[in-house]
């Protein structure tokens, strides 16, 4: 697609019950990235993908978050037992290794309620 | 030293006034910063970026200006209007294969007809 695609873009959960969130790179795009921004806040590193290299989870906040990438397409994020601290915009970012610019998607906002 | 430090929080400006925004870095092997426009419900959009070795760089009304010895650099928008209200964030990484962005905490301008 032209742009960086998730979904689904809106997610109302119940606390204690895992979600998936999936994110679409642009095509061509070797790099991946996931960014939490709480409401009104800035932009918190969570996890980044760069072609068949191991990961860099390091800001993922806890161990009930989790990231997985097939090649250089698709991602998931995956939240369990959900947390009403973990509401939030999830957004996925890409780019390509010569052009430095990461292009966002519009986010998935997660409501745990 | 992995921050950036950005400020103001929120700005109201004037139509046709020259809003400015600045940014602050500790991390000397930071080499790339770019800015991002945010409006509400939608992800970051690439503004503007700028390297290390100018000390300004404009497009149509956006100029980032940058200080290395002083590690700061600044968004200026002339002529600002009502349609440029929006959220904006300044970042920077550094240019190892991995472009981990560091966001500033994001500043409100509010552009008044």
């Known amino acids: 697609g032209a742009g960086v695609s998730q979904s689904p873009s809106n997610k109302v959960t119940e606390k204690g019950k895992d979600v998936e969130l999936r994110c679409d790179p642009i095509s061509g795009h070797t790099a991946l990235y996931w960014y939490r921004q709480r409401l009104g806040q800035g932009l918190e590193f969570l996890i980044y993908?760069?072609?068949?290299?191991?990961?860099?989870k390091s800001g993922l906040p806890s161990d009930r978050f989790s990231a997985e990438r097939t090649g250089e397409s698709v991602s998931t994020l995956t939240i369990q037992r959900t947390q009403q601290e973990d509401s939030a915009v999830y957004l996925c970012?890409?780019?390509?290794?010569?052009?430095?610019?990461?292009?966002f998607g519009e986010g998935s906002w997660l409501t745990v309620v | 030293q992995q921050q950036v430090k950005q400020s103001p929080q929120s700005l109201i400006v004037q139509k046709g006034g020259i809003s400015i925004i600045n940014c602050a870095y500790e991390n000397t092997a930071f080499d790339y910063f770019p800015w991002y426009q945010q409006f509400p419900g939608k992800g970051p959009a690439l503004l503007i970026a700028i390297r290390p070795d100018v000390s300004e760089k404009k497009e149509g009304r956006f100029t980032i200006s940058f200080n290395k010895s002083a590690k700061q650099f600044s968004l200026h928008i002339m002529d600002s209007q009502p349609g440029d209200s929006a959220t904006y964030f300044c970042a920077a990484s550094m240019n190892t294969g991995f472009q981990k962005l560091v966001f500033g905490t994001g500043t409100r301008l509010l552009v008044s007809p």
């Open positions: 970012a890409s780019n390509d290794r010569v052009v430095k610019a990461i292009y």
């Open positions: 993908f760069q072609g068949n290299s191991a990961p860099d």
